[in-house]
C-alpha cells in the first residue's frame, strides 16, 4: 500500500517556464515533507521541506505548498532550468523530523533548452 | 568536510556470495538508513539503526544483515538468501530534527 504517491512518472517543460510537481499522500500522521532531486548514479539530495504547521515555504525558485484537508503537496519551480532536468522524489515522515522517511516513487523532470 | 562516503561505487557479486557494502559517516549522526532503488520505484527501506548497537528492520529487510557497531559506519551484507540483489543502494544519516542526508550509492550487479 503506497502512502507517497507520485502519480505522474514524468514532466517535460521549457526553460524559463514553471514546472509543478505533484505528490498526494494517504497516511493523516504524516507532519513533515520533503522533497529531493536525484540525477542518475548519485545520491539524491535535499531540495526544500514543509512542516504541517505551515502551507507554503519558499527557497529561491522553489516553493513547496501544503494542502493538507486535500492530503497533497506540490513542488513549484520557476524558472525552471535545464540543470534542473533530474528525478524528484517527495517523502513524508511522522513525528515532526526525517527519522523515518516514506518515499513516492518519483518523477522525472526534463527541461528543454 | 562532511559528509557521507560509499564503497564500492560499483560491486559485483557471484551467486551463493555474500558481499559487504560500506557506509561511513562524518556528521555525528546517530540514525543511520539503508536503501535500495530499483528503476522505476521509489527509495525502499531495508535496515535502519537509531543508536549504535541497535537496528531495525525496514520494508524490504529479507536478505540482507546490518550491524552498526560504531556511529560512523553502518555495514550492509547482501545475503546470497537475496534473490534479485541488482540494485542501486543508497546509505543515508540523519539527526531527526533535519533532513536525511545521502551518500553516493552503490551499484551491485551480479554475474
Redesign the interface.
Known amino acids: 500500500d503506497q502512502q507517497?504517491k507520485?502519480n505522474s512518472?514524468s514532466l517535460s517543460v521549457q526553460e524559463g517556464r514553471i514546472s509543478i510537481l505533484n505528490c498526494d499522500y494517504t497516511n493523516s500522521m504524516f507532519d513533515y515533507f520533503?522533497w529531493?532531486k536525484k540525477y542518475p548514479?548519485?545520491?539524491?539530495?535535499?531540495l526544500i521541506?514543509i512542516s504541517s504547521i505551515k502551507d507554503k515555504n519558499e527557497d529561491g525558485r522553489f516553493t513547496v505548498f501544503l494542502n493538507k484537508s486535500a492530503k497533497h503537496l506540490s513542488l513549484h519551480i520557476v524558472p525552471s532550468q535545464p540543470g534542473d532536468s533530474a528525478v524528484y522524489?517527495c517523502a513524508a515522515s511522522a513525528g515532526g523530523?526525517?527519522?523515518?522517511?516514506v518515499?513516492?516513487?518519483?518523477m522525472k523532470l526534463t527541461v528543454n533548452p | 568536510d562532511g559528509g557521507i562516503t560509499q564503497s564500492p561505487k560499483y560491486l559485483f557479486r557471484k551467486e551463493g556470495q555474500n558481499v559487504t557494502l560500506s557506509c561511513e559517516q562524518n556528521l555525528n549522526h546517530d540514525a543511520m538508513y539503508w536503501y535500495r532503488q530499483d528503476p522505476g520505484q521509489g527509495l525502499r527501506l531495508i535496515y535502519y539503526s537509531q543508536i549504535v548497537n541497535d537496528f531495525q528492520k525496514g520494508d524490504i529487510a529479507e536478505g540482507y544483515s546490518v550491524s552498526r557497531e560504531k556511529k560512523e559506519s553502518f555495514p550492509l551484507t547482501v545475503t546470497s538468501a537475496q534473490k534479485n540483489p541488482t540494485a542501486f543502494y543508497l546509505c543515508a544519516s540523519t539527526s531527526g530534527r533535519e533532513t536525511q542526508y545521502f551518500g553516493p550509492g552503490t551499484r551491485l550487479l551480479v554475474l
Open positions: 507517497v507520485q512518472p520533503l529531493y548514479a548519485e545520491g539524491p539530495t535535499f521541506s522524489f523530523g526525517s527519522e523515518k522517511l518515499f513516492g516513487k518519483g
